[in-house]
């Protein structure tokens, strides 16, 4: 059974940095493409950031672009989101998803295997 298990959500002042985890239980973590997406209360959940399965081309939500940085470390099955200059608009429940078969990498149902998620409050 395929698990994703988020974590390193919390509360952060606006300004400050959270990193968060995802660890993957995939055999084959590194032919997945991985994505970041997130949902705020009474909203859709949105994309955030997204990397391909080599780690060598990256993407972003215009929302976050220099602010967050997604990596991984294909060796140990895990996605990283790098969260730096969060402010109130950043608060929502942060979901990895990975993907075989991507194509845009913004697109939800690219995804085949979904985490529960973590929950990132900024406060203001």
């Known amino acids: 059974q395929v698990q994703l298990v988020e974590s390193g959500g919390g509360l952060v002042q606006a300004g400050g940095s959270l990193r968060l985890s995802c660890a993957a239980s995939?055999?084959?973590?590194?032919?997945?493409?991985m994505g970041w997406f997130r949902q705020a209360p009474g909203k859709e959940r949105e994309f955030v950031a997204a990397?391909?399965?080599?780690?060598?081309?990256?993407f972003y939500a215009d929302s976050v672009k220099g602010r967050f940085t997604i990596s991984r470390d294909n060796a140990k099955n895990t996605v990283y989101l790098q969260m730096n200059s969060l402010i109130p608009e950043d608060t929502a429940v942060y979901y990895c998803?990975?993907?075989?078969?991507?194509?845009?990498?913004?697109?939800?149902?690219?995804?085949?295997?979904w985490g529960q998620g973590t929950q990132v409050t900024v406060s203001s």
């Open positions: 998803a990975a993907g075989r078969v991507v194509t845009t990498h913004r697109q939800g149902n690219e995804y085949d295997y």
């Open positions: 990397i391909t399965w080599s780690g060598g081309t990256t």
């Open positions: 995939l055999r084959t973590f590194s032919a997945y493409a």
